[in-house]
């Protein structure tokens, strides 16, 4: 008596009670600020870090297309595999708290060590692939480990009378992941292409600044240690599934003909285990079953990150005069969309589906789901068709590609013997083919000088030397950008010349005419630069993130709705492992179809929508479960009555 209403005495694992505060007279303990706060973080870490990491392999570690796919979905699928391990390591060791610090520590040092191998001074080549792929390994048991933790653990500081707050204190953590994942997807590709280190792109920068808000997050979480709630491990229910499943097998097998039948191989494992858990472990997998063709969403959906950020590489990125995006940027749009599709679903769209009186229910939603993400795929073949008409196309095996300028002041005639490649007069000043086009957003460029004197000239930092006489400089890439006055010296005099937009993926040859008293440039484009505008990602970019909200939401309402209560988190985790699989997926393809990129595009497209057929026939015969009939069914032992009988049973056999 006497206390105030915002505090409540709580009793920690340690047996010692303290003060559990809440926020502003409200039921919300102020420890959750801590734990949003560090999910923001954390999620701003990992989605800021991955933003970079495609253009990493491929501009920093130099690896081709197909191998920094694939790289980047093993990555992205060990990410999915580890949860496994964090949920026994809380349930069955530390508990949540201590396997979120410790798995957190890992995290951190995981980035540390990717930054590091980020600095083009520490070692070769191969020490940053070994310090890179060392980093991610790292990263991927520190996210993975810590991702079935943190929201169960926010979950776990509420009362249980307050079922209201705990429900929108998930709505806030959800907003905060994807707040965390919109921001990184902005900032860390500036930081990457805007900050110049070492001489090019500072990706030790774009991936330092992840660590230290890992480290942040870290640092607000265990400054809310002294309020939180911390529950002991109590035993992880999945090992008891896989013994249950174990001795059910085992018991089939080694059963003869004599033996009494039973309605359900799993029935053979009543000898040692109750019949509510062996009833929950049949709904659980009747569930698990439904999941078997839901990595192929996945396939499609991580992409992103991938594919879809380097087919940006390709397009024209410009919004007029005003800024030029990155490529890498573009991830962002579906965090944003996130945030605007979730409320206008719930809001406006599935109400005005219900007036209809169409039952939608969450494996049908899912169903919806999948077709809007084959449609996003569909969208990105139409856009990967028209960026590749200004793509060079490599010379055939034993073949190669000839470009021929002409120099002269007047047309020329060329002929090749037992070839009829130039039909047409070749015009003054014009070339023939295109050779080389870049995918760094920038433009190529080289210089052929046809006076007298050598000449060098600076632009945007980069210095070019043509020798005299038909001299023909290195190709380099410049940021694009208009040169209207760039600078030239040759011998001991300057020039000025106008060189007007140099523009992304574009390669232009600049020939230099004039006497000794001037400088003529005369400009031609040997690759077109990027004409289709990335404005054109905008319809696959919604299109996946509709199928995102009508099937991963309902997808995870679905999965809770249907487990028994101490079967969710056994659920949750083959829920993420239909994630890992999915990215599974994607590098067998990425490094084994070998197909043109529009092709696997229209591939991708054609098995989801063959695969949500398969699942639209499965869900049709699932027959949804009313958690309440376990009661009824069971009505002498309680959950805890079961499990604490079983924990006898396996220390008795122990002993």
Not at 139 to 168: L, M, S, W, Y
Not at 225 to 230: E, H, I, T
Not at 574 to 599: H, R, S
């Amino acid at each position: 008596m006497g206390k105030r209403k915002e505090l409540k005495l709580e009793i920690h694992e340690s047996g010692k009670t303290s003060k559990s505060q809440k926020l502003c007279g409200t039921n919300y303990p102020v420890c959750i600020s801590f734990i949003v706060v560090n999910e923001f973080c954390e999620r701003f870490s990992y989605y800021g870090m991955k933003a970079v990491l495609t253009l990493y392999f491929i501009n920093y570690l130099h690896w081709n297309q197909n191998l920094s796919t694939a790289v980047y979905h093993a990555f992205s699928s060990l990410c999915y595999f580890t949860p496994i391990l964090g949920a026994l390591i809380a349930d069955s060791w530390l508990g949540k708290f201590k396997t979120i610090v410790y798995l957190s520590v890992v995290y951190v040092l995981g980035h540390v060590v990717k930054s590091v191998g980020a600095i083009p001074s520490v070692g070769d080549s191969t020490i940053h692939i070994a310090l890179s792929m060392m980093g991610l390994i790292l990263i991927a048991f520190g996210t993975g480990g810590i991702k079935p933790c943190v929201a169960a653990f926010g979950g776990d500081q509420f009362d249980e009378e307050h079922t209201n707050e705990r429900r929108k204190f998930f709505s806030i953590f959800y907003m905060s992941i994807n707040a965390g994942s919109l921001l990184s997807t902005v900032i860390t590709p500036i930081l990457r292409g805007n900050v110049q280190c070492f001489g090019g792109d500072c990706y030790a920068l774009a991936f330092g600044v992840p660590a230290i808000l890992m480290v942040i997050a870290l640092v607000v979480f265990i400054s809310g240690s002294g309020m939180y709630k911390k529950s002991p491990p109590e035993g992880n229910v999945l090992l008891d599934v896989c013994r249950c499943l174990g001795l059910a097998i085992k018991n089939r097998w080694m059963s003869s003909k004599y033996d009494s039948k039973r309605k359900h191989w799993l029935d053979w494992a009543e000898e040692k285990y109750p019949k509510r858990l062996i009833h929950e472990i049949k709904m659980v997998l009747r569930v698990l079953v439904l999941f078997i063709p839901l990595p192929m969403f996945w396939a499609l959906f991580d992409q992103q990150g991938s594919r879809w950020t380097l087919q940006a590489t390709r397009m024209n990125m410009a919004f007029g005069s005003a800024f030029v995006l990155k490529p890498d940027q573009m991830q962002m749009l579906n965090a944003l969309l996130i945030l605007m599709f979730v409320p206008i679903f719930d809001v406006v769209v599935y109400p005005l589906i219900g007036l209809c009186r169409i039952n939608l229910t969450p494996l049908k939603k899912m169903a919806v789901g999948m077709i809007f993400a084959a449609l996003a795929f569909g969208a990105a073949t139409l856009v990967e068709v028209n960026v590749m008409k200004t793509v060079v196309e490599p010379a055939p095996r034993g073949q190669c590609l000839l470009q021929v300028y002409n120099l002269a002041d007047s047309d020329v005639k060329l002929s090749i013997p037992g070839s009829n490649l130039f039909s047409q007069p070749i015009k003054s000043y014009e070339a023939t083919d295109n050779i080389l086009k870049s995918e760094k957003m920038e433009a190529y460029l080289r210089f052929i000088n046809t006076r007298s004197e050598a000449v060098n000239v600076t632009m945007a930092g980069v210095d070019f030397y043509i020798p005299a006489d038909y001299g023909i400089s290195p190709n380099k890439s410049v940021e694009r950008n208009e040169y209207t006055s760039v600078r030239c010296t040759s011998g001991s005099q300057d020039f000025s010349i106008n060189l007007g937009l140099l523009d992304s993926g574009a390669s232009y040859t600049v020939i230099l005419k004039g006497g000794s008293g001037d400088i003529i440039p005369q400009k031609m484009e040997d690759v077109k630069a990027n004409n289709v505008h990335i404005a054109w990602q905008i319809p696959q970019y919604a299109l996946m993130t509709a199928g995102e909200v009508m099937f991963s939401i309902p997808g995870i309402e679905f999965s809770y709705s249907q487990a028994p209560a101490n079967m969710k988190s056994l659920l949750q985790a083959g829920w993420l492992l239909t994630v890992a699989f999915g990215n599974v997926i994607v590098l067998i393809v990425a490094e084994g179809a070998g197909l043109d990129q529009w092709m696997e595009f229209l591939l991708f497209a054609g098995l989801l929508v063959a695969v949500c057929i398969i699942f639209s026939i499965m869900a049709y015969f699932y027959t949804y479960v009313d958690l309440g009939e376990l009661d009824k069914l069971f009505p002498d032992k309680t959950v805890n009555e079961d499990e604490d009988d079983l924990k006898k049973d396996q220390t008795d056999d122990t002993t």
